[in-house]
Each structure stands twice: as structure tokens, then as C-alpha cells.
T-cell receptor, first 111, second 119 residues
């Protein structure tokens, strides 16, 4: 079983759509969670951290459910520029600052 | 400009020919790490370093070596590259690490990547 699992997609959506990505993780001791964005095999960039209470950053909302070991990302009013691969990431502090990545979910926003 | 640099960005080489991929950061970061990315597998950690002269294995260390002689540099060495090491490699660094580190101290900054092909 992979440590972090995501639906690979691709998700093909029209501009303005709302789209949701889900992710599950296997290590119940994990404490820190993130969504990264990766454009066309460039370096991953931090999109947002994920907190237990849920958090929002503009059109992006992240949620964490520790009991189910489940993380989600909601994108509202999709833009063409949102087209990218979204990586679900769990931090393992016991190994210093190790990040465990899901394989990524591809989003394609079309006009 | 605060950044992580990697060189070379692209490399095609042959089996068995030793190579080094350099990584350098100018942010005085304690923690540095190497990842490789393969289709369908996500990024996987190869080696990491928590300070000068302190390195440890990640999930996929076989066939790789690293060194941390200076705080800013963390080169990745492939002594005898093989085709299964064809991959996209990323170096990353963060100011801090560990359970007590809080954002932004643990936020990792990634280099632009090195695309390696071993034939």
C-alpha cells in the first residue's frame, strides 16, 4: 500500500468549474500535511498547508480528516492557469523533514 | 535572490560513467534533501542531511552517495549509473527540521530539477 494515495486523474474541467481532489495517507502518526503544485515536470511549489480545522486561501480550500486519514483540496472558479499536477504531501518529522508525496492528480482546465 | 540551484539541468550519460549533480542553496538552511521523481510514483527521498557532515539514507538510497562538507552544498554522486537511475531529480532545503519545527522553518524549497538519462 502506498503511503500517500491520490486519484491520478486527469480531471478535465471547464473554466469556472469547482473541482475537488482527495488523498489518503497511511501513517496515523503524521502531523503535517500539504498540497503542492507542479507544472509540467518543474519543481514542486507549496500551494498550502492543511490544518485540522480546514483552511482557505482565495479560491482554494483544504480539509483534513485525521480519523479517516483523508485530505482534500477544493478549487472554486477554476482558471486556465490552474492546470497543473497537484501533489498531496505528508511530512514525517521523525526523519528530520522528510516529505512523502502522492503521485499527483492532473488537472486540465479548458476554455 | 533566495534560491536552490542544481547543475546540470539535463544530462545524458552511459552506464557506468561516474557523475555528480550539484545542489547549492544561499539561504543558510540546515536541512537538505534529494528526491527522485518517476512516473506514477511521485517524489521519493534518496538521501538527506541535517547539517554539515550529517547525512542519512532516505527511501531509495541504493546506487547513490552524498556529501555535506559545507552548509550550502549537497552534491549527489552516482558512482556507476545504471538505466534504472534515469529519472528527474530534485534537491530541496529547509531552514529547520524535526517535530518542533514550525512553519516557515520546515517549508522546503526545491531546486529546478535535473533530468538524467542513463543509456
Amino acid at each position: 500500500r502506498k503511503e500517500v494515495e491520490q486519484d491520478p486523474g486527469p480531471f478535465n474541467v471547464p473554466e469556472g468549474a469547482t473541482v475537488a481532489f482527495n488523498c489518503t495517507y497511511s501513517n496515523s502518526a503524521s502531523q503535517s500535511f500539504f498540497w503542492y503544485r507542479q507544472d509540467c515536470r518543474k519543481e514542486p511549489k507549496l500551494l498550502m498547508s492543511v490544518y485540522s480545522s480546514g483552511n482557505e486561501d482565495g479560491r482554494f480550500t483544504a480539509q483534513l480528516n485525521r480519523a479517516s486519514q483523508y485530505i482534500s483540496l477544493l478549487i472554486r472558479d477554476s482558471k486556465l492557469s490552474d492546470s497543473a499536477t497537484y501533489l498531496c504531501v505528508v511530512r514525517e518529522e521523525e526523519y528530520g523533514n522528510k516529505l512523502v508525496f502522492g503521485a499527483g492528480t492532473i488537472l486540465r482546465v479548458k476554455s | 535572490e533566495a534560491q536552490v540551484t542544481q547543475n546540470p539541468r539535463y544530462l545524458i550519460t552511459v552506464t557506468g560513467k561516474k557523475l555528480t549533480v550539484t545542489c547549492s542553496q544561499n539561504m543558510n538552511h540546515e536541512y537538505m534533501s534529494w528526491y527522485r521523481q518517476d512516473p506514477g510514483l511521485g517524489l521519493r527521498q534518496i538521501y538527506y542531511s541535517m547539517n554539515v557532515e550529517v547525512t542519512d539514507k532516505g527511501d531509495v538510497p541504493e546506487g547513490y552517495k552524498v556529501s555535506r562538507k559545507e552548509k550550502r552544498n549537497f552534491p549527489l554522486i552516482l558512482e556507476s549509473p545504471s538505466p534504472n537511475q534515469t529519472s528527474l531529480y530534485f534537491c530541496a532545503s529547509s531552514l529547520g527540521y524535526g517535530a518542533l519545527a514550525t512553519n516557515p522553518y520546515y517549508e522546503q524549497y526545491f531546486g529546478p530539477g535535473t533530468r538524467l538519462t542513463v543509456t
